[in-house]
């Protein structure tokens, strides 16, 4: 069964010491690009301070989202199809994810308290909720070039604001299409790796990696996709803008959110490193949701920005 975060209501603020700013160095990559990756270019809005995410062009294209019928793994329930083409423009994406460096800055500057009681894996593999575990102590050692979790919706949407302040430009977080598009990186497998979870390609329960069913690892240890993304699988999941609906009945063709139906519960893509490899749980396909209050130690986001032309 997975272990990944459910579907509760909001709890309240608790106080709690917040860690001071540092300068993020990420980590090596632990393989070289796939032979299919095109020129990555790489830029940030903060002229390589560090206090904010690195962005990857990604560029525009077609694909075809969902999954087909063939694909271990997929959900039976109808969640990832009909497959259908999307078309998307030319938009911005984190290299990696939002790191704890990253948000760290954000927090000293906006006062945000940590909240408790995030969903933490307990010392018997249970999913439970921990009052005292949040995005400053989350239930492990983290590092400051650790991903960012025990964050909600909510914080995760507070961060994009913060930082498209910060910096003049327009910052939010991804839609589902673009997640997969970007995922894919010109992919048609059920990961961007191949069909097969294969050994050292992301850390999940059963990936292969020193950090499996453990904890986070830092940004960055692994292979990046063709696109020049890292952990687009594995690692910590991501939550999106879009309200969840069952299917791809009705979905945007352009990439844009699904920005209605119940938004109050809202997607998360990506898999993380509670979720299985042998239920293929990290497949570009797969598609979760949770409460827009919900924290757990395997969730955080990247974030996403337009931009002003095609690139």
């Known amino acids: 069964m997975k272990r990944t975060i459910t579907l509760f209501a ?17 980590a090596e990559q632990a393989a070289p690009p796939p032979g299919n990756a095109r020129p990555v270019q790489v830029f940030d809005d903060c002229q390589g301070a560090h206090w904010c995410p690195q962005m990857v062009v990604v560029p525009a294209g077609s694909f075809i989202m969902g999954s087909p019928s063939t694909e271990p793994g997929r959900d039976e329930k109808g969640n990832e199809e009909p497959q259908h083409k ?9 290299r990696y994810d939002v790191t704890r460096a990253e948000f760290a800055v954000y927090v000293q500057e906006t006062g945000r308290k940590p909240v408790g009681n995030c969903w933490v ?6 999913w439970v909720r921990d009052p005292d575990a949040n995005w400053d102590h989350p239930g492990y050692k983290a590092g400051e070039n650790d ?20 910096t003049g430009k327009a910052y939010r977080l991804q839609s589902e299409a673009e997640y997969e598009y970007a995922a894919r990186a010109g992919t048609t497998a059920a990961t961007y790796w191949g069909d097969t979870m ?11 990696s020193k950090w499996d069913n453990r904890n986070p690892s830092p940004v960055g240890s692994f292979a990046p ?28 063709a352009d990439g844009s959110a699904v920005t209605h139906g119940n938004c109050l519960v809202r ?10 490899a042998q239920q293929h749980d990290l497949r570009s396909a797969e598609r979760e949701s949770g409460n827009i209050t919900d924290r757990g130690s ?14």
């Not at 894996?121 to 249970?126: F, G, K, T």
Request: charged fraction near 15%.
């Open 10 to 26: 909001c709890t309240a603020y608790a106080l709690a010491s917040l860690w001071l700013p540092q300068k993020a160095a990420f």
């Open 86 to 94: 999307v078309t998307l423009k030319s938009f911005a994406l984190g």
């Open 121 to 126: 894996d307990d010392a018997l593999s249970n």
């Open 147 to 166: 991903p960012i979790v025990c964050v909600s919706w909510e914080d995760a949407k507070a961060y994009t604001v913060w930082l498209s302040q910060k």
């Open 198 to 208: 294969g050994s050292g390609n992301a850390n999940c329960a059963g990936c292969g």
């Open 225 to 252: 996709n063709a696109f020049g993304l890292y952990d687009m699988a594995g690692n910590v999941g991501q939550w999106v803008e879009d309200c969840a609906m069952h299917s791809y009945i009705g979905a945007p």
């Open 267 to 276: 997607r998360m893509r990506g898999g993380a490193w509670t979720h299985d």
């Open 298 to 311: 395997n969730l955080g986001f990247r974030v996403a920005r337009d931009l002003a032309r095609d690139m």
